[in-house]
């Protein structure tokens, strides 16, 4: 395993997950915290990067706060109980399940012990926060041969920007503001941006994958060899539902939880059209390998959500 890169949610003895199999939570809840000094900080630092880098502009993204993830050994119409979910368990990724009640409880101290039990599908490796599949041949079939048995992944999606990225994930503070969250809100992430990227695992008819060169005028990483990605847009979003409206008046109350997901999964055809020159007809049909946190520039973390495609 990458030493720069946490495994959060591995779908692989699932096959991945389909477009129909994930749903989201969108609320101003899953914001970034602030406080006015912090917020002066963000504009000094976005200033001067774009002083030394003009081709940079902001953009509003998706802010992942946490996920949760039905156990598929229960049918989506049947009453779950808190042992049919599998909470984000991380040292980045704040827990979560999917009733708010222990979301809140959570949030208070609580370990996720004390609401998930253990699943047909997972276990927990409590000294690093990964989760770790194991194989179920029963529970993999039960998925995959019916893609309209409901949804198993939720993420819980806020809204953050390019500018508040830069300026806390990147910033020279970045260490303190995680001491700051976890002081003043018992979360070390409350104060930074954490967008959600989108990564497309390109696989060809000969089993290879394609990587491409990232460009030198870009905020981070300029020049590395990378997989086709970027970030599901927001804007792209409100546009399509039929809102015109400049990235900074976006809110989440003009968006719908489908047209979010659908935004996940084409964000990344259009970075694979665009980037490596692939017509969209010639792709296959997409599917959720897993969510990762990129650990870029020194711990600085970024939530990426892969999507694997044949061509």
């Known amino acids: 395993m990458d030493p720069e890169v946490s495994l959060l949610l591995h779908t692989a003895a699932w096959r991945g997950l389909r477009e129909s199999q994930v749903e989201v939570v969108l609320s101003d809840r899953f914001n970034r915290q602030t406080d006015p000094t912090l917020e002066r900080q ?22 992942l706060h946490s996920f949760c993830l039905a156990s598929p050994a229960f049918e989506p119409s049947s009453s779950e ?17 999917c009733s708010e009640e ?33 194989s179920s041949e029963q529970s993999v079939t039960q998925i995959t041969d019916n893609p309209q ?23 020279c503070r970045e260490a303190e503001l995680r001491q700051q969250g976890e002081v003043e809100f018992s979360d070390p992430l409350a104060l930074l941006a954490q967008p959600l990227g989108v990564g497309g695992v390109l696989c060809t008819g000969d089993s290879k994958v394609v990587l491409i060169r990232r460009s030198q005028k870009v905020a981070e990483a300029g020049g590395l060899l990378d997989i086709p990605g970027g ?8 546009e399509h539902l039929g809102w015109a409206v400049k990235e900074e008046q976006i809110n989440v109350d003009m968006m719908q939880p489908k047209a979010v997901v659908s935004e996940l999964y084409s964000s990344v ?28 520039s020194a711990g600085r973390p970024s939530a990426e959500f892969y999507v694997r495609y044949f061509f």
């Open 231 to 238: 970030h599901p847009e927001p804007k792209v979003v409100c």
């Open 269 to 296: 055809c259009a970075e694979i059209r665009d980037e490596v020159n692939i017509p969209l007809s010639s792709l296959g049909e997409p599917v959720l390998m897993g969510i990762a946190l990129n650990h870029i």
């Open 149 to 171: 048995s409901g949804s198993l992944l939720t993420l819980k999606l806020g809204l953050t920007c390019y500018k508040d990225y830069l300026g806390t994930n990147w910033s």
């Open 102 to 134: 222990q979301f809140q409880n959570i949030r208070l101290g609580k370990t996720e012990s004390d609401f998930c039990g253990s699943d047909p599908l997972f276990d927990s490796d409590g000294e690093n926060g990964r989760v770790n599949q194991v």
């Open 81 to 97: 109980s808190p042992e049919s979910t599998l909470c984000s368990d991380s040292p980045h990724i704040p827990k979560s399940d």
């Open 42 to 63: 963000i504009e000094e630092v976005w200033a001067e990067r774009v002083s030394k880098e003009p081709w940079l502009f902001n953009g509003s993204k998706f802010r």
